[in-house]
């Protein structure tokens, strides 16, 4: 007996690709089932969050629908990813967030936006907020440094504590000791793996998305999102030690590391989520689960209103839009914070832990990862 019917049926499918192993060359999942005779809950929530929904076990599988076994990987394996986001939300008060996500991620990402114009307008005369402020502390004009150092900073704090407890819970599901997750050797294999999306290729030949063709383009719009993600963040980053350790206040000339890597990022977090929107909206629906289609929306979404904004504001920040602007993207950014615990941002943490694992289980069975 399983905790949902998901994982009752995940349980059936893992039976039936145990006794065939045709799809053993394609990705992680597969040789991680080899490795065991019976399936706990915790692992098949492994496999789930293992599984890359490349598609490619589904066209490959000759037990696919219409045959009676009804093998379908991806959409099984997707559901029960869903269903594990939801189980290792901390607090657990917030599980909800994830039953209906596209709709909660747009009301606190409204309401935040909200909060920040009207709290502009209401700190601020008019001519504070639409006159133009130019030079080094233009932005600390509308809010000061150390309001908007402590606002992010705990919504920050936040995310990385409620992402962290969540960690805790998947890798206590998947019955490991905490310890395990400190292995230099597993963590190393693990990056490496998901630095490349090296499961996110069919086996080589690349994704399956509205037929049977395989194609790179998910996986090179995904790098582009992940990437621009993680350059934005570099950007916040070395904008922070210049202002505590140089003294150096923000807005920076174009030509500045901080402005340089958040445009890098951020043309990544135009094209990345649009292009993955595109791909989303061609895929063939037996590979995907139709009910989380809000949650990977709102953030593709969240990603990509984070960059533009962001743009905006970098383009227009010598003008009397700079104000209006610096609100907008102050509100995005703050509900992608907040709302980081409580959607698809949380797929790349449980994947990557889900690598480790396989990275050491691997190697602790004397095989090459
Ligand atoms: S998905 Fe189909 S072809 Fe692949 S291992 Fe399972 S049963 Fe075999
Ligand atoms: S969809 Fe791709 S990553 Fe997922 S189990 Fe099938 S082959 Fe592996």
């Not at 939801?86 to 967030?97: D, E, L, M, Q, V």
């Amino acid at each position: 007996m399983h905790g949902s019917k998901i994982l009752e049926e995940a349980d059936r499918l893992m039976t039936v690709c145990n006794s065939c192993r045709y799809c053993e060359g394609l990705c992680a999942v597969f040789p991680a089932m080899e490795m065991r005779r019976s399936f706990s809950d915790g692992d098949l929530n492994y496999f789930a969050n293992l599984c890359h929904s490349c598609g490619a076990c589904y066209t490959d599988c000759q037990f696919s629908p219409p045959h009676e076994f009804n093998v379908n990987v991806p959409k099984t394996l997707a559901i029960a990813r869903a269903e594990s986001y939801a189980a290792y939300a901390w607090p657990r008060a917030f599980s909800g967030a994830f039953a209906r996500n596209g709709l909660a991620i747009s009301i606190i990402a409204a309401l935040s936006v909200a909060a920040f114009i009207f709290g502009f307008a209401a700190f601020n005369d008019r001519q504070v907020l639409f006159g133009i402020h130019t030079g080094p502390g233009a932005f600390y004009a509308l809010m000061p440094h150390n309001a908007m150092a402590a606002l992010f900073g705990a919504a920050f704090l936040y995310a990385i504590v409620a992402l962290v407890m969540g960690v805790r819970a998947f890798w206590r599901d998947i019955g490991e000791p905490i310890g395990m997750l400190a292995d230099p050797p597993s963590l190393w294999q693990a990056m490496k793996d998901a630095g490349e999306l090296r499961y996110l290729d069919g086996g080589g030949v690349g994704c399956v998305n509205e037929d049977e063709r395989p194609t790179d383009r998910r996986k090179i719009f995904h790098h582009l999102t992940f990437y621009g993600f993680a350059l934005c963040f570099a950007a916040t980053c070395v904008a922070t030690l210049y202002h505590f350790l140089l003294a150096r206040e923000a807005p920076y000339a174009w030509w500045d590391l901080p402005v340089v890597l958040g445009t890098l990022g951020g043309i990544g977090l135009l094209i990345g989520p649009a292009g993955l929107f595109a791909e989303k909206s061609k895929r063939d629906p037996a590979l995907v689960d139709e009910k989380g289609a809000g949650m990977d929306t709102a953030f593709i979404a969240m990603l990509f209103l984070t960059s533009l904004t962001g743009i905006a504001l970098l383009l227009l920040r010598d003008t009397a839009a700079m104000g209006p602007l610096l609100a907008l993207h102050l509100g995005v950014v703050f509900s992608l914070f907040v709302t980081m615990p409580y959607g698809k941002f949380v797929h790349g943490i449980y994947r990557y832990v889900a690598l480790v694992r396989y990275a050491k289980e691997r190697r602790q069975a004397g095989h090459t990862v």
